[in-house]
């Protein structure tokens, strides 16, 4: 029970962590996505659906914070839960090799869908000085951030669903 | 003559062999026999003292150490709590050198009324240049409020709530922000970016414009009060065969470090898109 609804506090903490610190500590352009790390922590010791509920949950807090459309971040947060589900357990059974592709997934996917957007509505937002100066610092800056966030939602797993693990 | 008594004798013998003994002690030629004498008496003394003060060490030494192991953990906590004072005071003292600078800022403009507001975060997406400032309609702000400090231009309020506002700067892509140049009389616009770095639009190909010019709000488009500071040209893009010349500018503000802001109250923003749209239908 409380395993389906963990995810709202988490997501709400990690939102106002996001948009206080973790925004600040830049790269370049690029910063760090830590509500798709947990969102990808998650999903890839998920085995059920309970995955895009933290996606949802996390799409929806950083919508309320941020100037992008909701349909942004929980659409790239949804992608990264539906690229865990389908990765689970196929790549030689190891969930971190399993997030850093999700992650590089879902980080790019995210980029691309933001640039696409601005670009509709204007702004000089070309792809290679997307992928330089914003796209590869923050895969960086996630890559740097996503064995603690692994190591701090599997913890959170355990806690929440003893018994229930997959390593 | 009265004759001396045996037991006299013996007493003025007793007198003068204690004189004679005190004269050479006092004379110091008795200190070699008492050198003899004294000597293995001290060494005795030295040696059972020491063997003493061990035994009593032992015993006493581990309850000081225990005693100064808690005094030096009650120093450092205090300690601790002293710098942890400083901090907060430095923290405090940095606040208020900021609120002050903002106060000058507001007295150098006394016609307008300003709403003091800290900032409590960053947009999340790192293509988008927006802050967070922690007062919202309850405190007075309302959408299109211009926002600055006392170094310049910051942007204007593109979202509210109750308690917390969400202010699109000047370095936005989506921010235009109409300017004159402090020197000249030529209006050009100031356009923000993905990346953060604002460059000057618009500008007449006969207007000289110079590396360090002074960009000031103009008050055109009636999204901002006029004479604002927004930045300084770094460097100059001009080519023959283009309507308008464009340059790099360095704003005033650094939004990195922005900690807080003043929005401006009492100012009207004016909506002139109906006008607008209707020039283009035409």
Redesign the interface.
């Given at each position: 029970m409380i395993a389906n609804y963990i995810c709202i506090p988490v997501m709400f903490v990690l939102?106002?962590l996001?948009?206080?610190v973790?925004?600040?500590i830049?790269l370049i352009?690029?910063?760090a996505?830590v509500?798709m790390l947990a969102v990808a922590a998650w999903g890839v010791k998920e085995k059920g659906f309970n995955t895009f509920m933290w996606a949802l949950a996390g799409g929806l807090f950083?919508s309320i914070?941020?100037?992008?459309p909701f349909y942004?971040?929980v659409g790239t947060y949804l992608f990264v839960a539906f690229l865990a589900k389908i990765l689970f357990g196929r790549i030689w059974q190891s969930p971190i090799f399993m997030l850093i592709i999700v992650v590089f997934a879902g980080t790019i996917f995210g980029?691309f869908f933001?640039?696409f957007y601005?670009q509709i509505?204007g702004?000089?937002?070309g792809l290679m000085?997307?992928l330089q100066?914003?796209t590869l610092p923050?895969l960086l800056l996630n890559f740097f951030f996503l064995f603690p966030m692994y190591v701090m939602i599997s913890d959170l797993r355990k806690w929440v669903l003893p018994g229930d693990d997959y390593e | 003559m009265k004759p001396v008594s045996p037991g006299t004798l013996r007493n003025a013998v007793v007198v003068f062999i204690v004189v004679g003994i005190l004269f050479l002690a006092v004379s110091g030629f008795l200190r070699p026999i008492l050198g003899v004498v004294m000597d293995p008496f001290v060494a005795a003394q030295r040696w059972l003292s020491e063997r003493f003060m061990a035994v009593y060490d032992f015993f006493t030494l581990p309850r000081d150490v225990t005693a100064l192991i808690q005094r030096n953990n009650e120093l450092e906590d205090e300690v601790a709590n002293l710098q942890s004072q400083i901090i907060q005071l430095q923290q405090q003292l940095r606040e208020a050198d900021i609120l002050y600078s903002l106060l000058d800022y507001a007295r150098s403009r006394p016609a307008d009324q300003y709403i003091a507001a800290a900032v409590i975060g960053r947009d999340p997406s790192p293509f988008l240049q927006y802050i967070i400032i922690d007062h919202g309609s309850d405190d007075g702000v309302r959408y299109g409020m211009p926002v600055v400090t006392q170094q310049g231009l910051v942007g204007r309020i593109e979202a509210v709530t109750a308690s917390a506002s969400r202010v699109q700067l000047i370095s936005d892509s989506g921010s235009t922000v109409n300017v004159t140049l402090q020197n000249q009389n030529a209006d050009a616009l100031v356009q923000g970016s993905i990346t953060g770095d604002i460059t000057l639009e618009m500008l007449n190909q006969n207007v000289n414009l110079n590396v360090g010019d002074i960009l000031l709000t103009s008050g055109l488009g009636g999204n901002y009060p006029s004479d604002i500071l927004v930045g300084q040209v770094v460097d100059i893009k001009k080519t023959e065969n283009e309507l308008f010349q464009s340059a790099y500018v360095q704003p005033m503000v650094d939004f990195k470090t922005l900690r807080a802001v003043l929005v401006i109250k009492n100012f009207q923003t004016t909506n002139i898109s109906p006008l607008t749209s209707g020039t283009t239908m035409q």
């Amino acid at each position: 029970m409380i395993a389906n609804y963990i995810c709202i506090p988490v997501m709400f903490v990690l939102s106002v962590l996001q948009s206080t610190v973790i925004s600040r500590i830049t790269l370049i352009n690029g910063s760090a996505d830590v509500v798709m790390l947990a969102v990808a922590a998650w999903g890839v010791k998920e085995k059920g659906f309970n995955t895009f509920m933290w996606a949802l949950a996390g799409g929806l807090f950083i919508s309320i914070i941020t100037a992008m459309p909701f349909y942004i971040p929980v659409g790239t947060y949804l992608f990264v839960a539906f690229l865990a589900k389908i990765l689970f357990g196929r790549i030689w059974q190891s969930p971190i090799f399993m997030l850093i592709i999700v992650v590089f997934a879902g980080t790019i996917f995210g980029h691309f869908f933001s640039l696409f957007y601005l670009q509709i509505n204007g702004a000089a937002a070309g792809l290679m000085a997307g992928l330089q100066n914003f796209t590869l610092p923050s895969l960086l800056l996630n890559f740097f951030f996503l064995f603690p966030m692994y190591v701090m939602i599997s913890d959170l797993r355990k806690w929440v669903l003893p018994g229930d693990d997959y390593e | 003559m009265k004759p001396v008594s045996p037991g006299t004798l013996r007493n003025a013998v007793v007198v003068f062999i204690v004189v004679g003994i005190l004269f050479l002690a006092v004379s110091g030629f008795l200190r070699p026999i008492l050198g003899v004498v004294m000597d293995p008496f001290v060494a005795a003394q030295r040696w059972l003292s020491e063997r003493f003060m061990a035994v009593y060490d032992f015993f006493t030494l581990p309850r000081d150490v225990t005693a100064l192991i808690q005094r030096n953990n009650e120093l450092e906590d205090e300690v601790a709590n002293l710098q942890s004072q400083i901090i907060q005071l430095q923290q405090q003292l940095r606040e208020a050198d900021i609120l002050y600078s903002l106060l000058d800022y507001a007295r150098s403009r006394p016609a307008d009324q300003y709403i003091a507001a800290a900032v409590i975060g960053r947009d999340p997406s790192p293509f988008l240049q927006y802050i967070i400032i922690d007062h919202g309609s309850d405190d007075g702000v309302r959408y299109g409020m211009p926002v600055v400090t006392q170094q310049g231009l910051v942007g204007r309020i593109e979202a509210v709530t109750a308690s917390a506002s969400r202010v699109q700067l000047i370095s936005d892509s989506g921010s235009t922000v109409n300017v004159t140049l402090q020197n000249q009389n030529a209006d050009a616009l100031v356009q923000g970016s993905i990346t953060g770095d604002i460059t000057l639009e618009m500008l007449n190909q006969n207007v000289n414009l110079n590396v360090g010019d002074i960009l000031l709000t103009s008050g055109l488009g009636g999204n901002y009060p006029s004479d604002i500071l927004v930045g300084q040209v770094v460097d100059i893009k001009k080519t023959e065969n283009e309507l308008f010349q464009s340059a790099y500018v360095q704003p005033m503000v650094d939004f990195k470090t922005l900690r807080a802001v003043l929005v401006i109250k009492n100012f009207q923003t004016t909506n002139i898109s109906p006008l607008t749209s209707g020039t283009t239908m035409q």
